[in-house]
């Protein structure tokens, strides 16, 4: 199994969790998102939409973070990162999404080098556009956490929701957002950094990433 990705990119972070906790052994392949390698012929003939990560894995090659991690759930259940009951899983799917779909699309590379070099802005610039998306979310996430969680985003155990919460507070501290005002958020943080899976997953843990 090789996953595909970048250090610091929060899909791939998601699914290097998700693997860590289901105890899948894989190895990984960095693409330099900076240096444009995700455009690179050779990956384009593994995944046309030149994005990480994508995961090959017995054949074929398995792209978008939600698809890859509800692959992961189907085939690997062991343990599992989705509740029983049929409305608590909507509940953990519906904090993935607020993530995946509606705060990480807006803060990731791609977004971010266009308002750069088409809009003309500046760091300080970028940074208020993260937050612009970030702080309304994680608002919502906070009333979901402190409704639902009992040390981790949902229950006491980590799920999908955490995959997606964990990569996207280290992000949003990469623009300069204070995260003290999502106490509930920030405890979940502390509870899954101590995990072992969580821990190994971290950017800063990866062999691509910057000394």
């Not at 384009?44 to 939600?66: F, T, Y």
Request: net charge negative; with cysteine; glycine share 8%.
């Amino acid at each position: 199994m090789i996953l595909h990705g970048y250090w610091r990119s929060g899909a791939s972070y998601r699914v290097r969790i998700a693997l860590n906790l289901k105890g899948v052994a894989y190895r990984q392949a960095a693409h330099d998102l900076r240096q444009g390698r995700q455009k690179a012929p050779d990956y384009l003939a593994l995944n046309p939409q030149g994005m990480v990560p994508a995961l090959e894995v017995d054949g074929r090659v398995l792209i978008q973070s939600p698809a890859i991690l509800e692959w992961l759930e189907e085939t690997c259940p062991t343990p599992p990162l989705l509740p029983r009951g049929a409305g608590d899983r909507a509940t953990v799917r519906a904090m993935s999404a607020l993530i995946g779909c509606d705060i990480h699309p807006l803060n990731n590379l791609r977004v971010l080098t266009s308002l750069r070099r088409d809009l003309g802005a500046d760091q300080a610039t970028v940074d208020a556009w993260a937050a612009r998306w970030i702080a309304p979310g994680f608002d919502a996430l906070e009333a979901l956490v402190a409704r639902d969680g009992a040390g981790f985003s949902f229950g006491d155990g980590p799920t999908l929701a955490d995959c997606y919460l964990i990569p996207q507070l280290y992000s949003a501290r990469r623009f300069h957002i204070e995260t003290a005002g999502w106490p509930a958020l920030e405890a979940v943080e502390a509870r899954a950094l101590a995990h072992p899976a969580f821990a190994a997953a971290h950017p800063d843990q990866q062999p691509d990433a910057d000394a």
